[in-house]
């Protein structure tokens, strides 16, 4: 441990750790303001570059008033493999040439995967943001990140029991887990009152209620273009002619181009930055989904959400909140929305600590843990 100014690694590389980091930042930097605390913690941080378009990236540093990243590893695109080592081998270099105190990642994203064994190989400890949570599904990358990162992490913040008792399960000491909250969610209450509608609004009719929201990226549901022209369809047929609001993520725009027809109520727009998307979230009928961020939110609105997966990381959107998940058959669609078109959906409840105070939690929680 070091004895002055410990500097902590704070990683973000692809669109969903971006509402992650930003509380954390924030707190420390309300630590090392406040001149009862003056904490000495400093922050370097690290931006992979795994998302790189403004659209997936910088819109949500501006929006969120996330500093500059320090460092950009400027990794791009790649498969897999290309991507971890890529990221692996300039954040090796990185600690090498200027060494930090701890590396702290977030999420299941590849950059989180990859700087933790990078940092954990030169000895720098490692805190997981969100850790302990399992889908059980190894054909989901995320569930991998989630699987490596955890097995050389040395102290976890978590978001729900279920990822404490994921982590107990798997041998982790009681000392090294810290039930703090969900970070995603202290960046959505923050930002409640300054949602905002998408310059689309109001060209498209859109009216509180009356249309849904629609994210699908998961290779499962987007790779094969027979299969997602079937899920479309589905969709198309299910919503009843209300508008269904697509923003549609790059990895999405290649089977999209190549549909033969979609729905006339389908509106594909641009990925919506942070205040937009969650504005539109908040208003919908239903949010239509694979993604499991989303499902935290949807369940803190009190919006519907129907997850077109087998299996979810976070059961407590499904337990507690309004998540329901249906699998990737299309012919579950109609069902579900008929349910939700009758007002027969579940109201939910907001999991424990959820409350917008979990990156103060974390940050001192991190002072302990590294200043001396
Ligand atoms: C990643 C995360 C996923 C997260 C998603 C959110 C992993 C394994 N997956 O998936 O958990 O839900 O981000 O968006 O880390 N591309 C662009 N511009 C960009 C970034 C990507 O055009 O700024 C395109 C590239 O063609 C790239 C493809 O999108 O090949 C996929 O990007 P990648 O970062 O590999 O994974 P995501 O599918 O975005």
Redesign the pocket.
């Known amino acids: 441990m070091t004895t002055t100014a410990p500097l902590v690694d704070i990683i973000a ?4 750790n971006f509402m992650k980091i930003a509380p954390i930042l924030r707190a420390i930097g309300e630590r090392r303001a406040d001149p009862a605390i003056r904490s000495r913690l400093r922050c370097r941080l690290v931006h992979t570059g ?4 403004a ?3 910088g819109d949500f540093f501006t929006q969120l008033g996330i500093p500059a990243p320090d460092v950009n590893l400027e990794v791009g ?2 498969t ?1 493999a290309e ?1 971890t080592a890529a990221i692996m081998t300039r954040y090796e270099r990185l600690l090498l040439d200027a060494p930090s105190a701890l590396c702290l990642v977030v ?6 995967m990859a700087c933790a064994i990078a940092a954990q190989k030169l000895h720098v400890p490692v805190a997981h943001v969100e850790g302990g949570i399992r889908s059980g599904d190894w054909t989901m ?2 569930e991998i ?1 989630r699987l490596v990162t955890d097995a050389i992490t040395n102290w976890f913040f978590t978001t729900s029991e279920a990822a404490n008792a994921n982590l107990r399960r798997a041998g982790v000491r009681d000392e090294a887990i810290f039930f703090v909250g969900n970070t995603m969610i202290d960046t959505l209450l923050a930002n409640l009152e300054r949602l905002r509608p998408p310059a689309f609004w109001a060209e498209a009719g859109l009216q509180p209620g009356g249309y849904f929201v629609m994210t699908l ?1 998961r ?1 499962a549901n987007v790779d094969d273009a027979a299969g997602f022209a079937r899920l479309i369809a589905a969709v198309g047929a299910a919503t009843r002619g209300l508008p269904v609001v697509f923003p549609v ?3 999405t725009a ?1 089977t999209l181009a190549a549909l033969p027809a979609r729905p006339a109520h389908l509106l594909t727009v641009e990925p919506q930055p942070y205040l937009e998307f969650n504005y539109l979230v908040r208003h919908a009928k239903g949010v239509i989904t694979d ?3 989303i499902t935290e939110e949807t369940t803190v609105l009190g919006v519907p959400c129907v997850t077109l997966r087998d299996s979810t990381e976070r059961p407590e959107t499904v337990t507690l909140g309004t998540n329901e998940l249906i699998g990737t058959d299309p012919a579950a669609i109609a069902p579900a929305l008929d349910r939700l078109f009758a007002g027969q959906w579940k109201t939910g409840a907001i999991p424990e600590l959820w409350d917008g105070r979990t990156g103060r939690r974390i940050a001192e929680i991190l002072e302990r843990l590294i200043v001396r």
Request: glycine share 16%.
């Open positions: 590389g692809a669109r969903p795994q998302h790189y378009d659209r997936m990236s695109s790649g897999q991507q999420g299941d994203v590849t950059s989180t990358p995320e990140n990226h290779p993520h790059p990895r290649k993604s499991g961020g």
